[in-house]
């Protein structure tokens, strides 16, 4: 794991008219690093990571990438800096071959009438092996052939393929198999091996403890801890999503 973060949000806050979804969270992962980021419903956790996208940019606090303070407004931006999300949904079209999904909007052109099929599909198949996903029988067959598990592998393999530096997945093993499961995990930890950073996003307490590094805890909008997973358990973790103690309590009107 590296010493300086690759990502760094100090006081972000975000508002949506009268509701304060974010207030003043820092945030930090650092390469080789999977960072879980965990919460209730309603916690924060989805307004961060848009917030980090570029869908709903932060009303205060600074955004810090490899050190150098940036600013982000758009997924383009993100995408310059070397930052991918995959969400709970994968963005794959099911109607297209696993080449064409992960070149998609990013085709290689031989010539101004003609896809460059052969560096595309070598490509493709590089980034995959590099990852160990040996469940594909072809990279040539539709999306809408594959397991849930396979869409997911898809789906990150597409995020860092374009020289990433920080991958967030958004709930990866939602609705997937013990099998399945199995294989998304392995490839949440080749990606933090391989030097990437991780942010991962879920409600699996058994998931988070197996491949994270580190926990951040959000509660109604506030950070409430920050766990280091080899050092706590299940139940601390559990505590602070559920009764962390918070600066103010969004709502109560302070004496």
């Known amino acids: 794991m590296s010493e300086a973060p690759i990502l760094e949000l100090k006081g972000v806050s975000k508002n949506f008219g009268a509701v304060q979804a974010l207030s003043k969270v820092d945030f930090d992962v650092h390469l080789g690093e999977v960072m879980a980021l965990v919460g209730d419903n309603g916690a924060g956790k989805s307004t961060l990571i848009k917030g980090v996208a570029g869908i709903y940019p932060f009303d205060e606090g600074e955004v810090y990438f490899a050190g150098e303070p940036v600013n982000i407004h758009s997924p383009r931006d993100i995408a310059a800096l070397g930052i991918e999300v995959v969400y709970q949904d994968l963005a794959l079209a099911n109607n297209l071959d696993v080449v064409a999904n992960m070149f998609l909007g990013r085709e290689t052109i031989q010539s101004p009438w003609r896809l ?11 980034t995959l092996e590099s990852l160990s ?20 592998a898809i789906a990150v393999a597409k995020a860092v393929m374009w020289n990433s530096k920080l991958v967030i997945l958004d709930e990866p093993t939602a609705a997937l198999g013990v099998a ?57 973790v559990v505590h602070a999503i559920t009764a962390g103690k918070m600066s103010k309590v969004p709502g109560m009107v302070e004496a």
């Open 116 to 126: 460059d099929e052969t560096s595309m599909e070598e490509a493709c198949i590089e």
């Open 133 to 152: 996903v040996s469940t594909l029988r072809s990279v040539r067959l539709p999306v809408a052939s594959l397991s849930g598990g396979q869409r997911q």
């Open 180 to 236: 399945q499961t199995r294989q998304v995990l392995d490839l949440v930890k080749r990606l933090a091996d391989k030097g990437l950073g991780v942010v991962l996003i879920s409600h699996n307490l058994h998931d988070i403890f197996e491949v994270s590094d580190r926990i951040t805890v959000l509660r109604l909008g506030e950070k409430v801890g920050v766990l280091d997973a080899k050092n706590t358990t299940q139940q601390e």
